[in-house]
């Protein structure tokens, strides 16, 4: 039986006051904060990016919530990976959003959750020359890890969660950061088996070469982000290195054609049914930095529809046709399908149309 493409958006709970950034970066910032006071770097540098439809929404306010959910159906989206962070020793940050969600029932429109399991650093250097830790990623054990998965529970057994196969989707961003993410897989599925359920563990990774490791470790899936494999696979030894020293001595950030790092996004691992393919309309991650970091240039929706049809192909035959979009709102690394001035809805556009074409020739 053929089975539709299920696209999956991951959504960054970002756009909201909290004490510890009011702490960190001044009082109010939100993401928001750097996508605004963006400039461009260099000739033609789109940036800064003004949201349309959606404004600069606050995620505090259910209309936004409703307004975003609402956008994405429309399109096809099928539900938001929210990002979790779960610090250790019950220590969150920006859960406001999905908790709110999740209490409220609201929007009625399927979500999962993403552990974002790393520290999270400042990027500023010191005179010293290291990095300050603003949050740091703790494993204090199994007590811990029981406490997260009660915490969660009722989110795993609310209506709305995306399953696949019956199981609950879970991603972890970092698995090699666990100290034993078989043991922390194998724990938690004792937990929800005593609640009724089992879970569809998904493990993150930018290397191929994990794809067998982290199924040893007990994940069902892995998603692959070759956000950067254009490095590897279409320049050459000398562009290689040439771009290392822009980047670590001129300071100058690694700028590419979209087009051409795109060919570079799907693969033959994507055919597995165990691999979950990554769409990626842009990438651009300036606005944090505040340097010319890794930036894509010329997106345009065609060219995102462009390299939605060749994932969207090369998954045709699987069963699980699970695709991640990379990313709903990550406005501040210039990776997101919302509106904005310049090219409105057009990625939108552009993804419900391969959808559309890959729905007909299923029927």
């Not at 159906?73 to 709110?100: M, N, T």
């Not at 990027?123 to 830790?133: L, P």
């Not at 204090?140 to 997260?148: K, Q, R, T």
Request: aromatic content about 16%; overall charge positive; charged content about 30%.
């Amino acid at each position: 039986m053929e089975t539709k493409i299920r696209v999956l958006a991951l959504y960054l709970p970002q756009y909201h006051p909290t004490p510890e950034n009011d702490a960190w970066w001044g009082k109010g910032f939100t993401e928001w904060t750097n996508v605004g006071k963006a400039k461009p770097l260099f000739k033609g540098h789109y940036q800064p990016r003004v949201p349309a439809d959606l404004g600069y929404y606050d995620l505090r306010l259910p209309e936004s919530r409703e307004a975003q959910a609402d956008l994405a159906k429309e399109y096809g989206v099928e539900g938001f990976i929210y990002w979790h962070y779960w610090f250790g020793a019950g220590r969150r940050l920006l859960g406001r959003p999905f908790d709110e969600v999740l209490e409220s029932g609201k929007p009625d429109f399927p979500f999962c959750l993403a552990w974002a399991n790393h520290s999270w650093e400042d990027k500023q250097f010191s005179k010293e020359g290291t990095h300050r830790i603003l949050m740091e990623q703790v494993y204090p054990g199994d007590d811990d890890y029981i406490s997260h998965f009660n915490f969660l529970l009722k989110a795993f057994q609310d209506s709305r969660y995306v399953r696949v196969d019956g199981k609950p989707f879970f991603m972890v961003y970092n698995p090699k950061e666990l100290p034993d993410a078989a043991h922390f897989i194998q724990l938690w599925q004792k937990l929800a088996k005593e609640q009724g359920f089992q879970f569809h563990f998904v493990a993150h990774t930018y290397q191929k070469e994990d794809i067998e490791l982290f199924k040893s470790w007990g994940f069902d899936a892995v998603v692959l982000v070759r956000l950067f494999d254009v490095f590897k696979k279409k320049l050459s030894l000398w562009e290689r290195a040439f771009s290392k020293f822009s980047r670590i001595v001129l300071k100058r950030g690694r700028i590419l054609d979209y087009g051409l790092a795109s060919s570079c996004f799907t693969g033959e691992e994507d055919k597995r049914e165990d691999c979950y393919p990554v769409i990626i309309p842009n990438w651009d991650h300036s606005p944090r930095s505040g340097r010319q970091g890794h930036i894509l240039v010329h997106s345009t929706p065609e060219k995102f529809e462009k390299h939605v049809d060749v994932t969207f192909s090369t998954i045709k035959d699987k069963q699980n046709k699970i695709v991640i979009l990379k990313s709903w709102n990550e406005w501040a690394e210039g990776n997101y399908m919302e509106p904005d001035l310049k090219y409105g809805r057009g990625y939108l556009e552009a993804l419900r149309k391969m959808l559309r074409k890959y729905s007909s020739l299923n029927k």
